[in-house]
């Protein structure tokens, strides 16, 4: 079997590629950047509120979870995107 399609070296569609180191890396400090605005942007609510969102829950699940109603954690999901999407 040939390596490429003869395509300068390009893989055969669908061949899977070794990822990019510096991708890698320039994507690891955009997270880390990210992680460290959630710790020093979002209050304790908002934060858990933001990731139990990422996380798959319903507005319901995230209100039981806090423990409060659930247009209070309506309200700090909204106070957290609108935060991070600030900066």
Avoid: F, W
């Avoid at 990210?34 to 609510?45: C, D, P």
């Avoid at 319901?60 to 909204?78: D, M, S, V």
């Amino acid at each position: 079997l040939p390596l490429d399609d003869g395509q300068h070296g390009t893989p055969p569609a669908g061949a899977r590629t070794a990822p990019d180191p510096e991708a890698i890396a320039i994507a690891g400090e955009e997270y880390a950047a990210i992680l460290l605005r959630m710790e020093t942007e979002l209050s304790t609510r908002e934060r858990r509120a933001l990731l139990l969102s990422v996380a798959g829950n319903t507005t319901a699940e995230i209100a039981a979870c806090l423990g409060c109603a659930p247009k209070a954690a309506e309200n700090a999901l909204a106070r957290a995107r609108r935060k991070l999407k600030g900066s």
